[in-house]
């Protein structure tokens, strides 16, 4: 059984200056670098490197960025037949400024992520059989993502949805499809209508998020940690103590980790701990895809921290 990602490809386009630019300021920033990303690519990448098999299902344009951000996944042994070159428009980009202090803003231009439909739920359906876990992000359109939820579950297959980027309109037929809901606190506020800042806020949204159908809600605090609830249980896993320099993907690596984890047949508390563990590896090194870690390094972390999975 394997994992499939339904979902965005970028290409990131990573500026690094001393701090954020103001409101039509002109700054002289320190580096530049495009690096391959969007949430659902980096989803594949980090499952991939945890060596659990993932086929990638999407759009790129037929660009040279597109080419780059297939050839990725491919070394890193993403299944990408199923992604598509789209010949009438330009591939995902994300422009991401990166401050000093490792604070980020990013603009996402969909490009081709945006043209996801039909077609390609169609490629998607073919694969389904074989999964255990489908993975859906909220960089394609929100039809795509909740057709795709709903053939999923019709198929006795695992829906973990990462509702990001933020958004307060989610469909009632989607939220009834997803098995796993896995928002940050920017994302869960946004969805619950109230603020979700620390855990007894995280657990007043889980319920909300419970009332509309989601079975098992984890809250992504940071380093704070993630707060998971379910209907017969409710706990934190803390963050793991790193040294934090860049948080690009941060999210993408957790459910990466999370739902390889669920495909190996850990249980949910310690695909939790593995997912913690990716993610806190990712924010020690910059950048989205270059920043996921190998199971070897993912083994070497726990072993330090003296986890056995
Ligand atoms: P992204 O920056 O990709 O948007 P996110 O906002 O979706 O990430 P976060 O809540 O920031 O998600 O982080 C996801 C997980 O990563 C956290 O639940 C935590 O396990 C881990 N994490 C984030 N920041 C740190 C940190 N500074 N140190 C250790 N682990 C961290
Ligand atoms: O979650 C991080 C990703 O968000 C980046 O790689 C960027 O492409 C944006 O989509």
Redesign the pocket.
Known sequence: MNAIVFGSLNMDLVARAPRLPTPGETLIGNSFETIPGG?GA?QAVAIARLKIPVEMVGRVGSDLFGQQLLDGLKSDRVGCDRVLIDDDIHSGVAIITVDAASE?E?IVIPGANGRVGKPDLSRLQTLLPQAKVLLLQLEIPLDAVTEAAQLAKQAGVSVIL?P?PARSDLPAHLFSAIAII??????ASQLVGFSVHDQASAHQAANVLHDRGVKTVI????????FCSTETESFL??????N?ID????????NGGLAAGLVAGLSLKQSITQ??AV??L??TKPGAQPSLPTREALTQFLKEHSITL
């Open positions: 949430k980096n980020n990013i990462d990001a896995t928002p940050n606190q920017v994302e809250i992504k605090l940071g380093s704070a940690g993630a896993i803390p963050a793991f103590s790193v934090a948080t690009v993907a941060a999210g993408d690596a957790f997912a913690s993610a806190a990712s924010v």
